[in-house]
Structures are given as structure tokens and as C-alpha cells.
């Protein structure tokens, strides 16, 4: 079924409809507005497919909370948990712990409540769902047999055992601190099955639904111009910056170019999207701040195309790549040598650890090697390729370089980018649908560019979605077949099922991560994703801001943020 994704298209008034439960932080001295430019305009705010595009994370960071996350070292720290009690007994067999939350609320005043997480991770394993993030709740009793229809959603081993304990049981003896790392993922948030539920497909797009339990709320949007973020009065820790007014770049208004204009003339005091023909004169000139990221940006295949399904011919479309090349293109890059990001851990997290690609081998060559290329197609019938991407100046720059280099191999490459159109739903209310992610999930493409973001800092969440056993694939349940689906890709390969088995039962951390190198090495030689570079966030801050962080996947933490001179910003509170 078409899955429609959309932002708010009118004026937020959450905080107003529900003032009767929630903190009335109009009525505080909160302090000054702040002018940013964080990103693109953002279509999707759903987080279980945040791992889809960068641009989504740098907002959806600020809106949403986990009971986990990354301190700047990719240490596991509690969040919106309060604490951990252990309910192991051993000659049962019975594993189990209680999350007690910490006091905190929605932005419309309510708790967040243990049924909130309940719901969320449910959501994700439903059989008809698509959800990559599901393997990283696999450990949870019953939670495969839910995934693959061999159980009901209520026989999962999770239960709200008051309002704010969350109880999870495990399917056996459980290695707490990594299923901790996975709770810490951006993807494991909490949602409010009320919220969700009044409108299932679109939930989004309301602007009287959608709440957020992070350190900000949405309090007022302007489609394709501005959006004011404001602390949320009811989250558990310390907001310095009380609003943070968005500008967007789009062709209604203006671009990257006419924003960095702004922050030049000291109209905006942080540019978070910075143009391409601007960017290596900024780095040069050491005025960018700039970031590791947790996103790898990828060309995904669908291997059930006739031309595609040919291994070969997706290897000779990687080894054509010059991922050196597209690194300059976007400056803010590295070329990637593998799937897995360079921040993502081997074995455990936290400072000092070894990374999974200082311990792996270098599976990708940043250069080209354009004989090896023509030489694996040869006496290949080579057809058209359809190449979505999103419709952004960066995106449409590495689709005109990979359009130019596959067309040298003999192929036609039609680039299509695509963005959100506005429609209107029931009773008239504004929406806007988002066909990149339309064309994601209906497989309506040759090859997909993706911002494809680590799902955790443990490797195996990225490697496993792979895996038709683990792939969070909706499964069909009007066929009757009641067949798992593989990874968006269409990628199926047993012996690669059977040793992402073999990871996912292993004990020892050091083979398990030995595992997951063979799974891949086994995955980029049959190449269903092709890993180009490794995204980085790059930002300019103006001299009157101050304390501005990053969280450990790149993303901005705007909460320690104090402005210096504000009377001179002239923004509407």
C-alpha cells in the first residue's frame, strides 16, 4: 500500500490545544530567539525510516528522544531512561529488565510513558511493516516470531509494568550493554499510538498530531519557508536555546547560495547546508566546522530488474565509480571503503575502542578501474538505468557524475530527481507527498541514491537488513504465501542468510565480529548496495553563537546554544 510522508503544512498550534496539560512556556522568559538554516526542508519525521536520508536526522535529533544515546564518544548513556533493574534467573532460564523513564513529557504536556516505547518497537515488528530497524530488537522474546507471522504482536515479550516501568524480557541470555547501544539508535524512539493511530499512512502530516518528547517542538511551519522550533517545556533535561527560527532553501523562496548570503550578512548565525561551488573555499579558508557523520552515502540496486540481476554488471557499475571524484564534488566526503561507516565500533563502544573498518579490510577502490569494468561487460547486452535521487544540489551533482560515467560504459542512464508534491487530504487537510520515499518502497527504480545512515554503532543492524530473515521487509498478507521480503534491493543469497545466523548466535564478540567482516566482504563482491562516500556535516557559525554541539552521528545539538547581541536579530518570538 503507498505509504504518504509528509511535514506540517500549516500553522502548528499544539501547545495552544492542549494548554489546559502542558507548561505554558509563552508565559516564561526563555530567552531569544535564534536564526538558523539547519537544513533542507524535511518531508518525512517518521524515525523508523530515519536511515534513509541525513537531511531528516538533522532535525529529527532535535525533536525526538530514545531511552538511550551516544555521549561525543559513542559511549552508551542513559536519556529519557532513569534506571535499570535486572530480573535474571539463571536456573529458569528466565531474562529480563525494567526501565524505569525519567519524568518527562510530550510537547503537548503529556507524560511519556512506557507504553509509548511499547508501541513504537510493535510498530516495527509488525509483519506488515516495513522496518529496518527490526533486527535490533530480535533479542526481545517472541520478537521474530512476531516479525515472520508466527506470532501475534501481543505475544511479545515486552510490557509497561506501571505507567513509567517498562519491562523486556529476553529470548535467552542477553548481552545487555549492546541490545543498550541498539536502544540508543535514533530509529527506537518513542511514539504515541493515539497520535499515530487517528491517521496510520499520514500521521505526519497533521499538524494537531504529531507531538515530539525531545528537547524541542515544532510551534509554527511555513511550507517551503520557515519553521520555529521551541524548547519543549516538558523534557526531562536543560534547553538553553528557547526558539531556533528555520529558514529553508527552496526554489520558492531561495537557495543554498542566497542563505549563505544571509549568514554573510548576519541575517541567520548558523548554515548547516552550504553551497556546493562555495564549499571548498570555506574549507580552505578554515571558516567551516566540519563533522564526521554515521551516513554512508550508497547506490541501492534493485537486483530484481532483468539488467540488474546480473552481479557482474552491478560490480562493473561500482568498479566504473571514482569515489575519490565524488568526495571533491561534495567536498564535506571520503571515499568509502566499505558498507560500514568508520565511526561505527568492532566489538564494544565508547572512547579507545577499535572501529569495525580500522579492523576490516578496504573492500572498495577509491579510484576507478574502468578496463576491469568493460571487461566483466563484455558481450553483456547493456540497457537503460533508471537512477532516482532526491531532488537537492548535491544529490543532482553525483547523479550527473554517475549519469556521465555509466554512459561511458555503453548504458543510458536516465537520472529522475524527485521531491514532495502538495495534495489534499481528508477534510481538506494540506499534505504533502513525498515521491522519493514513494519510489523507495514501491521498488519504482533501476538504482536509488540513499543517505544510508548507521543504524546503531554496533555493525550488525546495516549488515543484517540484508538478510531475508532479518530485513524488516512489510510481508504481503493478502497473497496467502505469508513469504518474508527480502531488503528493499531485492537481494536474496542463503549462504549470506546463513552466516548473518551464524553472527547473530554468536557469543564471543570478537568472532561475531570476525562474522559480520565475512558478511561484508560476501555483500560488496555481490554489490545489491554500492557504498560511494562518507557523508560528513559541515556548518558555519556566526560570531554571536555559542555552544553549539554535534551528537556522535553528525547531527546538531542546539541545546547548550546562548546568543550573544540578540537584540540585533530581528525574528519574530
Known amino acids: 500500500m503507498k505509504k504518504l510522508f509528509a511535514v506540517i503544512l500549516s500553522l502548528l498550534m499544539v501547545l495552544p490545544l492542549f494548554a489546559g496539560c502542558a507548561k505554558d512556556s509563552d508565559n516564561k522568559k526563555g530567552g531569544p530567539t535564534i536564526p538558523v538554516y539547519i537544513s533542507g526542508e524535511v518531508t518525512n519525521f517518521d524515525p ?93 522474546k517472541n520478537a521474530r516470531k512476531v516479525h515472520d507471522g508466527d506470532a501475534t504482536i501481543d505475544d511479545l515479550g515486552i510490557t509497561d509494568v506501571s505507567s513509567n516501568v517498562l519491562r523486556i524480557e529476553f529470548e535467552g541470555k542477553t548481552d545487555y550493554n549492546q541490545f543498550y547501544e541498539y536502544l540508543a539508535s535514533p530509529m527506537l524512539v518513542p511514539l504515541r499510538e493515539f497520535q499515530v493511530g487517528r491517521v496510520p499512512e499520514d500521521w505526519s502530516s497533521n499538524s494537531t498530531i504529531m507531538v515530539s518528547n525531545g528537547p524541542y517542538a515544532i510551534r509554527a511551519y511555513t511550507p517551503g519557508e520557515s519553521m520555529l522550533l521551541q524548547a519543549n517545556a516538558n523534557y526531562h533535561g536543560k534547553v538553553k536555546a528557547f526558539r531556533l527560527s ?41 571558516k567551516v566546522k566540519v563533522k564526521d557523520t554515521m551516513s554512508v552515502l550508497s547506490c541501492i540496486f534493485n537486483t530484481e530488474t532483468e539488467l540488474l540481476s546480473d552481479p557482474d554488471v552491478r560490480r ?77 544540489e548535491a544529490d543532482i551533482a553525483v547523479g550527473e557524475y554517475l549519469k556521465k560515467t555509466w554512459e561511458a560504459l555503453g548504458f543510458t542512464v536516465n537520472v529522475t530527481p524527485l521531491g514532495s508534491v502538495e495534495y489534499e487530504g481528508p477534510n481538506e487537510m494540506p499534505l504533502m507527498d513525498d515521491q522519493y520515499l514513494d519510489a523507495y518502497e514501491s521498488k519504482s527504480f533501476d538504482v536509488i541514491l540513499v543517505d544510508y545512515m548507521m543504524f546503531s554503532t554496533d555493525a550488525f543492524g546495516n549488515l543484517a537488513s540484508f538478510a531475508t530473515t532479518f530485513a524488516g521487509g512489510a510481508m504481503d498478507m493478502t497473497t496467502g504465501k505469508y513469504e518474508l521480503e527480502p531488503h528493499i534491493s531485492g537481494y536474496s543469497n542463503p549462504e549470506y ?67 550573544k547581541n540578540a537584540s540585533k536579530y530581528q525574528v519574530g518570538q
Open 316 to 392: 562493473a557499475l561500482s568498479l566504473a565509480v571514482d569515489r575519490e571524484e565524488i568526495a571533491d564534488i561534495l567536498t564535506f566526503a571520503k571515499p568509502a571503503k566499505g558498507l560500514i561507516a568508520s565511526k561505527v565500533f568492532n566489538t564494544s563502544n565508547g572512547k579507545g575502542k577499535a572501529t569495525f573498518r580500522k579492523k576490516g579490510e578496504t573492500l572498495l577502490d577509491s579510484k576507478a578501474k574502468l578496463s576491469d569494468a568493460k571487461s566483466l561487460l563484455s558481450g553483456k547486452t547493456l540497457g537503460e538505468i533508471n537512477l532516482v535521487i532526491r531532488d537537492d
Open 48 to 140: 523508523a525510516y530515519g536511515n534513509l536520508d541525513q537531511t531528516a536526522q538533522k532535525l529529527m535529533s532535535l525533536l525526538y528522544e530514545g531511552l538511550f544515546k551516544y555521549d561525543s564518544n559513542g559511549k552508551v548513556v542513559k536519556a529519557q531512561a532513569k534506571s535499570i533493574k535486572k530480573l535474571d534467573k539463571p536456573s529458569k532460564n528466565y531474562y529480563a529488565i525494567e526501565i524505569t523513564l525519567k519524568n518527562t513529557g510530550w510537547s503537548d504536556g503529556i507524560p511519556v510513558q512506557a507504553s509509548d516505547y511499547i508501541y513504537a518497537w510493535k510498530r516495527i515488528l509488525e509483519s506488515d511493516f516495513r522496518g529496518e530497524a527490526a533486527s535490533m530488537l530480535f533479542c526481545i
Open 497 to 563: 542468510d546463513a552466516l548473518i545466523e551464524q553472527a547473530y548466535a554468536e557469543k564471543s564478540a570478537s568472532k561475531r565480529a570476525e562474522l559480520l567482516h565475512k558478511a561484508e566482504k560476501m555483500l560488496l563482491n555481490d554489490m545489491p548496495i554500492m557504498p560511494l562516500v562518507e557523508l560528513q556535516n559541515a556548518y558555519l557559525v556566526g560570531k554571536d553563537l555559542k555552544g553549539v554541539k554535534t551528537n556522535y552521528f553528525g547531527m546538531p545539538d542546539f541545546t547548550g546554544a546562548t546568543l
Open 246 to 286: 528555520v529558514t529553508f532553501a527552496t526554489n520558492k523562496v531561495l537557495d543554498d547560495a542566497a542563505v549563505l548570503k544571509r549568514f554573510e550578512n548576519g541575517e541567520i548565525v548558523y548554515d548547516g547546508e552550504i553551497p556546493l561551488k562555495k564549499r571548498a573555499e570555506l574549507l580552505k579558508a578554515k
